[in-house]
């Protein structure tokens, strides 16, 4: 690996450590609040939207200039949104705009490692990214829990450093004044980014080419036959695991009798699991084996109807190490090859928005869904049951269109190689 790919994972890492933060932060401040319950949800919902309104727009400003200056520019933006909420902006909005943030750093994030890197190094450097945002997500939920933590932010406003006036007098104003540094500190290190050398297709003014322009890469990727499988997958993934936060912060209030904070490091145990499986697929996987991982994301589905029966907090975590492993270990090859087919198909930054659009058009599915079932006071046993269920049988069903592509496959080469 180049210098420049441990510089990228870096700026990533101080990046999600903040976004995975302020949504704990978040969810605090709502509860300040006294908002209802079904608004947490909706926080990764409004933090998505930007994903999908603005998919056309944010891979062509990605390969429009330098990644490492979209990276910076999307930081800024972040920035901007935690800002809003330090001062009073409703959580909904602010964190809203952070995703608008998030939305144009991704395409660049991921754009880079195909401009950086030859494709036999994908699936590793997918592994080493997705292993360390997971890793970030632990110790950003990790971190966000600990700064809403009443005896935390007790000792911490105690502080009287003579000569320094913070102007911080709350709980939610500390916690979001550290977070802010974070997305500051990645701000610094996309400075140190190098520049591929790839050259950068002008920026469109027209949304109507924009617009149609994204269509057609959509229409390619879903038509080609392993683009569509990779699609299939990560779009699922993505929208099951935003769903997965909120049913375990439920699962642990419910089942384990934990507090939010207390709750926010069971999310962080699963994320130690992704990060787990995570590396193993780079490790053993090759991008010509990355369909083979299906069965895991089958597992996995399964697996997670074991939650409604767990009551002790070791069994517990146990159980997220599993789940969170199948998941690392069956996403990072379906992410990684579906990376290498959009950039042979259309470019890095128009294929990295096709997928985010659909992955995060799931997230908005996925959570909308949840939040309506638990405005409906349904359970959360009702609810593990039906997404895992959901789950496996989604990725099953993407096993048999995968299977029926390779037969159609074959059926055309057996007839090319009777005509020569």
């Given at each position: 690996m180049t210098r420049g790919f441990y510089i990228i994972m870096a700026a990533q890492f101080f990046s999600a450590l903040g976004d995975s933060a302020l949504l704990i932060a978040a969810i605090a401040i709502l509860r300040d609040m006294q908002a209802p319950a079904a608004y947490e949800p909706l926080l990764k919902l409004f933090f998505t939207v930007s994903y999908v309104v603005l998919a056309a727009l944010v891979g062509a400003f990605a390969d429009s200039m330098p990644k490492w200056r979209v990276m910076l520019i999307s930081n800024g933006i972040k920035m901007l949104g935690c800002s809003m909420m330090y001062f009073g902006v409703h959580p909904l909005i602010a964190y809203a705009i952070v995703g608008l943030g998030a939305a144009a750093y991704s395409p660049a994030k991921y754009g880079i490692l195909t401009e950086l890197l030859p494709p036999r190094?994908?699936?590793v450097a997918n592994g080493w990214i997705e292993g360390l945002t997971v890793g970030a997500i632990v110790i950003g939920t990790l971190a966000g829990g600990f700064l809403i933590d009443p005896g935390f932010v007790e000792r911490a406003l105690a502080l009287d450093i003579p000569g320094l006036e913070t102007g911080i007098d709350t709980p939610a104003e500390l916690a979001i004044s550290i977070i802010g540094m974070l997305y500051g500190i990645a701000a610094l290190i996309n400075l140190k980014i190098p520049d591929t050398g790839v050259d950068h297709k002008p920026l469109r003014s027209n949304p109507v080419y924009l617009v149609h322009e994204f269509i057609h890469c959509s229409k390619l990727l879903w038509r080609d036959r392993l683009g569509q499988i990779s699609l299939a997958v990560t779009t699922l993934f993505w929208g099951a695991g935003a769903t997965l936060q909120f049913i375990v912060i439920k699962w642990g209030e419910t089942n384990l009798n934990l507090s939010l904070s207390k709750a926010s490091m069971i999310q962080g145990v699963f994320a130690i699991g992704v990060a787990v499986g995570s590396v193993l697929a780079a490790r053993m996987i090759s991008l010509r084996k990355s369909i083979?991982?299906?069965?895991l994301g089958i597992a996995m589905g399964l697996i997670v109807n074991v939650m409604v029966f767990v009551h002790d907090l070791k069994l517990a975590m146990v159980l997220m190490i599993i789940i969170g492993a199948l998941a690392g270990f069956f996403v990072v090859p379906m992410n990684a090859l579906l990376q290498h087919?959009?950039?042979?198909?259309m470019g890095a930054g128009h294929s990295i928005a096709v997928q985010n659009f659909n992955e995060n058009l799931s997230i908005l599915a996925m959570t909308g869904l949840y939040a309506l079932l638990i405005w409906g006071g349904l359970s959360v046993h009702a609810v593990i049951v039906m997404f895992?269920?959901?789950v496996a049988g989604t990725i099953f069903?993407?096993?048999?269109?995968?299977?029926?592509?390779?037969?159609?496959y074959?059926?055309?080469s057996q007839l090319e190689d009777c005509r020569h």
């Open positions: 190094l994908l699936v083979s991982v299906l069965p087919r959009g950039h042979i198909l895992g269920m959901f069903l993407v096993k048999l269109r995968h299977e029926a592509n390779q037969r159609e074959d059926s055309v």
